[in-house]
């Protein structure tokens, strides 16, 4: 939700809603955090829920009753501080697409499209108490005809008949312009030991039109004598960055793991990296991560090899590698 979002607001349409303690604090949380300066992070944020300071010191929030709660994105930034789900939020399309099945209800609520990745909100609900933590969806993704994998899943237990949470889904390794169509049809929804929470039969469908991104092709080697590798390609968009890469590992027993850091002092934590092999010891991969600041100009990458028994996986030795600088334009 943008700032246009609230002029828009109908001041005879506004009803109170009643916030629990937690909530309450969550959302002063929420408030404090996007006004703190931070020393060594440049996040630079302004969350819409801070336009409502009011109930800080208040038992009630003021919200339309037409929307009758906050953004799904947003509800998911009290849970998680996180300034990439900011940018989601931001750049996110209305979806409000909603289906039911076997007494409960999922609302698609929100979508994003950077040209290269997407990822999607939405809010479930039961007619009945769900016990149990959620933690992942057994479901069918397709982007424009072609079976995709979620890249993550964000599920939290609002209270014990709803749920809100978010998945996202690389589309593409190069950037496209053009509009996507989408359909994504879960199935089973898994929790801890496996367990299976809630079954049933939803399916949506929806367009998406990507914000503008940029991909281009690179040629920077990294490694040793034993170990050369080379990023190849950066793709850069307002909700990710992706850097690929590939060179001579062991994909059974060698692991690229990476620590990042930035000119401006950012450390950028929860990175991901994933390889297939592409022939014997030889990998392609990617490393994906959130670029906070259009202020950062140079990305600062650690790299260690993992080396892992091949029958257990039991970690046997950790290989540390030259660190590189990467300008960013």
């Not at 996110?92 to 499209?113: H, K, P, Y």
């Not at 690389?170 to 496209?176: C, M, Y």
């Not at 929806?206 to 034993?226: R, V, Y």
Request: with cysteine; charged share 25%.
């Amino acid at each position: 939700m943008n700032e246009k979002d609230f002029i828009k607001i109908d001041i005879e349409k506004i009803e109170p809603v009643e916030l629990s303690d937690w909530e309450k604090k969550n959302i002063e949380k929420s408030i404090l955090c996007s006004s703190k300066k931070h020393s060594n992070k440049k996040f630079k944020w302004i969350s819409a829920i801070a336009m409502t300071t009011l109930i800080v010191t208040s038992s009630t929030i003021w919200l339309p009753a037409v929307a009758d709660r906050l953004p799904i994105v947003q509800q998911l930034i009290q849970v998680k501080d996180n300034p990439q789900l900011q940018v989601f939020s931001d750049y996110a399309t209305i979806i409000n697409q909603m289906d039911e099945s076997n007494g409960s209800t999922i609302e698609l609520a929100e979508a994003f499209f950077d040209g290269s990745i997407i990822s999607v909100s939405y809010e479930m609900k039961h007619d009945k108490p769900i016990n149990g933590d959620p933690l992942f969806w057994i479901d069918h993704l397709e982007v424009n005809g072609n079976t995709l994998s979620t890249l993550s899943q964000q599920i939290n237990k609002k209270d014990e008949y709803t749920w809100i949470g978010m998945f996202t889904a690389r589309v593409s390794d190069e950037v496209i312009d053009e509009t996507i169509n989408v359909q994504w049809s879960p199935k089973e929804l898994k929790g801890i030991e496996y367990t299976t929470l809630v079954e049933g039969d939803w399916n949506y469908q929806l367009e998406l039109t990507p914000t503008q991104a940029n991909s281009k092709k690179i040629n920077i080697p990294f490694g040793d004598e034993q170990y050369q590798l080379v990023f190849n390609q950066i793709t850069s968009g307002k909700f990710a960055t992706t850097l690929y890469f590939e060179g001579n590992l062991d994909w059974n027993t060698e692991f690229l793991m990476i620590e990042i850091k930035d000119n401006l002092g950012n450390v950028y934590e929860n990175v991901g990296t994933s390889s297939i092999k592409s022939e014997p010891e030889r990998v392609n991969g990617y490393i994906d991560f959130f670029v906070p600041d259009t202020g950062i100009q140079t990305l600062i990458f650690t790299p260690t090899i993992r080396v892992v028994d091949e029958k257990t996986l039991a970690p046997k030795e950790l290989i540390q590698l030259p660190i590189i600088q990467l300008p960013l334009e």
